[in-house]
């Protein structure tokens, strides 16, 4: 994706936050989707599909896959000029239809671990913080001209579709992946090319950041928590919860994560002083 793809896709977004009605949880809208519907994997195609660090990994499991094997064969990183963190996006077929890897004819191959734009559609979600909104977030449904799911009878509220759609398991994770992506620190500061790969590592390449901890001095370094050591080499989630933890120690300086003093050298020290400063 370019740097014009990137600002085309910013405008659509600032667009539909402008236009696109409010919606509460309790608010209410006709939709289906299944392979009846006239339109069934139109909406699989030649579309920027944003992966969550918990998109990633679920994905990958699923696939019996490396985190770093999903990424290099199914997704890519655009860069901009003006890009502050690395995002990870799905890498569509080289067809005629941009289509999506995972979709059959009979619906999506991994249905059950579908990222989170798919898991949401039609329903979009602006958050407190997001850029563009103001005040409290909001619900909105995204109307595309080929989608005939509007047409169906089914009707739901928008808590039911969430709920139906298993979007409460993704909210833990996506809240903390939030507060990294609008630390005040990157309002302030930019993200050097070791940082930038740091926060790519910690976010989506999980198995290479268990790696980093047990093949590294990483585990001398610092002092866990009574049991985390062994949930971090098997729990896939609490390694994702302490990878968050680690960006806001490593990059934002903040203390999350206790030093075993004894162990750093001069120059750590007083960079650790300069971190509890802060």
């Not at 998109?55 to 890009?83: C, G, I």
């Not at 939030?178 to 050097?192: A, F, G, T």
């Not at 080499?233 to 680690?246: K, P, V, Y």
């Amino acid at each position: 994706m370019n740097d014009d793809a990137m600002k085309e896709r910013e405008a659509l977004a600032r667009e539909i936050l402008e236009k696109a009605p409010r919606l509460s949880v309790k608010d209410k809208f006709k939709f289906a989707c299944h392979p009846g519907v006239p339109c069934f994997n139109a909406c699989c195609g030649n579309v920027n599909i944003t992966l969550t660090p918990l998109d990633v990994l679920r994905m990958s499991r699923r696939l019996n896959m490396s985190t770093s094997d999903f990424l290099a064969k199914y997704t890519f990183v655009p860069f901009s000029e003006d890009q502050k963190l690395p995002f990870v996006f799905l890498r569509m077929m080289d067809n005629d239809k941009k289509s999506c890897p995972f979709v059959k004819k009979d619906g999506c191959s991994v249905y059950s671990d579908r990222p989170w734009p798919c898991r949401m559609y039609p329903v979009g979600q602006a958050a407190p913080g997001d850029p563009g909104v103001q005040g409290e977030g909001f619900y909105f449904l995204m109307h595309e001209d080929h989608c005939k799911g509007y047409e169906e009878d089914r009707e739901w509220t928008v808590a039911e579709w969430t709920e139906n759609q298993g979007v409460g398991e993704y909210e833990e994770a996506g809240e903390l992946f939030k507060k990294l992506l609008l630390h005040p620190y990157l309002s302030q500061k930019e993200l050097d090319p070791a940082r930038m790969e740091m926060f790519y590592m910690a976010c989506y390449d999980l198995d290479k950041f268990r790696r980093f901890v047990f093949e590294s001095p990483f585990l001398r370094r610092f002092k866990l928590e009574e049991g985390l050591e062994d949930k971090l080499r098997s729990d896939d989630i609490e390694l994702m919860r302490f990878a968050f933890r680690w960006l806001r120690f490593a990059i934002f300086g903040e203390m999350t994560i206790e030093v075993n003093k004894e162990l750093l050298s001069e120059r750590e020290v007083e960079l650790l002083k300069s971190k509890q400063n802060v």
